[in-house]
T-cell receptor, first 115, second 113 residues
Framework: QQQVKQSPQSLIVQKGGISIINCAYE??????FPWYQQFPGKGPALLIA?????SEKKEGRFTISFNKSAKQFSLHIMDSQPGDSATYFC??????????????FGTGTKLQVIP | ETGVTQSPTHLIKTRGQQVTLRCSSQ?????VSWYQQALGQGPQFIFQ???????GRGNFPPRFSGLQFPNYSSELNVNALELDDSALYLC????????????FGSGTQLSVL
């Protein structure tokens, strides 16, 4: 059962444009929603994260929009740059009984920003 | 501050063999999690180690096992390798078992022939 669905699978954006990646989740017990950025040959790196008690979080050019009732959240990258070309993963997690964290990842979006 | 380091970076094994992957956690982090990332997919949670004990596990069979050492470094062992075990294995460390902020290493690319 895929608990976090991500779209689109790939995205091409012109330099300076807005990149938008969408995710939907099923489990209402999730309480932490991070986005990870992964470059080829590297592990994922935490980019920005949000908790369900806020509807938006902005850090520099990166913004998460969160819709709790729709169980959806999205990443917006403003003024996209070629250096933003990477694979982006949305994810969701919650603390489990026993005190461990299991992060459930989406399937990824490969973003290409062209000059 | 030292980041998460994994070794080896690449490994080729044949079906039925056993493999051990290693991970050194980021300085100050006492928790290590392991994830499997198949080509074109998101990482899948294997298990988490805290205070040298496995305290959480995903949907992986018992032939996937691990260890955590007193210095918080960790090993992932996979027995009886199958072709489908070919993947990037990622180690992530965090500051506490309940901390959601994961810091990933660059992974070990395992190919099973």
């Amino acid at each position: 059962q895929q608990q976090v669905k991500q779209s689109p699978q790939s995205l091409i954006v012109q330099k300076g444009g807005i990149s938008i990646i969408n995710c939907a989740y099923e489990n209402t017990a999730f309480d932490y929603f991070p986005w990870y950025q992964q470059f080829p040959g590297k592990g994922p790196a935490l980019l920005i994260a949000i908790r369900p008690d806020v509807s938006e979080k902005k850090e520099g050019r990166f913004t998460i929009s969160f819709n709790k009732s729709a169980k959806q959240f999205s990443l917006h990258i403003m003024d996209s740059q070629p250096g933003d070309s990477a694979t982006y993963f949305c994810a969701a997690s919650r603390a489990r009984s026993g005190g461990y964290q299991k992060v459930t990842f989406g399937t990824g979006t490969k973003l290409q920003v062209i000059p | 501050e030292t980041g998460v380091t994994q070794s080896p970076t690449h490994l080729i094994k044949t079906r039925g063999q056993q493999v051990t992957l290693r991970c050194s956690s980021q300085s100050g982090h006492n928790t290590v999690s392991w994830y499997q990332q198949a080509l074109g997919q998101g990482p899948q949670f294997i298990f988490q180690y805290y205070r040298e004990e496995e305290n959480g596990r995903g949907n992986f069979p018992p032939r996937f096992s691990g260890l955590q050492f007193p210095n918080y470094s960790s090993e992932l062992n996979v027995n009886a390798l199958e072709l489908d075990d070919s993947a990037l294995y990622l180690c992530a460390s965090s500051e506490g078992a309940s901390n959601e902020k994961l810091f990933f290493g660059s992974g070990t690319q395992l190919s099973v022939l």
